[in-house]
């Protein structure tokens, strides 16, 4: 039998594409695109990130946006090629959506264990 979900598939990414574990992406390109707020029944632009050889592309929220723009600057040129970790978080709500923070760095000359 066809899955609803294989059928009407998405261009943009949701948490639950994720499988549930944080994934390590790097930013391919960013452009901003022109959405409806069924809320305020007004239009709104938001930052549209895809990724290297990714299919679906993140819609990012302020939050999302925020933390791409705490750790790569303010302008978004300066974000492409950069690595991030994309991982499913719950919300208040009981519904998930996705975290974007940084691609943990190991220090190459420790074994990596904790120095103290």
Do not use: H
């Not at 574990?21 to 707020?37: L, M, S, T």
């Not at 999302?64 to 719950?90: C, H, S, Y």
């Amino acid at each position: 039998m066809a899955k609803v979900s294989d059928i009407y598939q998405s261009v943009w990414l949701k948490a639950e594409d994720l499988g549930g574990a944080g994934r390590k992406v790097r930013i391919e390109a960013i452009n901003v695109q022109q959405f409806d707020n069924q809320q305020t029944n007004t239009k709104e632009n938001k930052i549209v990130v895809a990724f290297v050889g990714k299919q679906k592309r993140l819609i990012c929220n302020k939050m999302q946006a925020g933390a791409l723009g705490k750790m790569f600057g303010d302008d978004t040129d300066n974000w492409l090629g950069r690595e991030v970790v994309l991982t499913p978080i719950p919300t208040p709500n009981g519904k998930e959506t996705i975290a974007v923070t940084a691609v943990p760095v190991i220090d190459k000359e420790s074994d990596g264990a904790i120095p103290f």
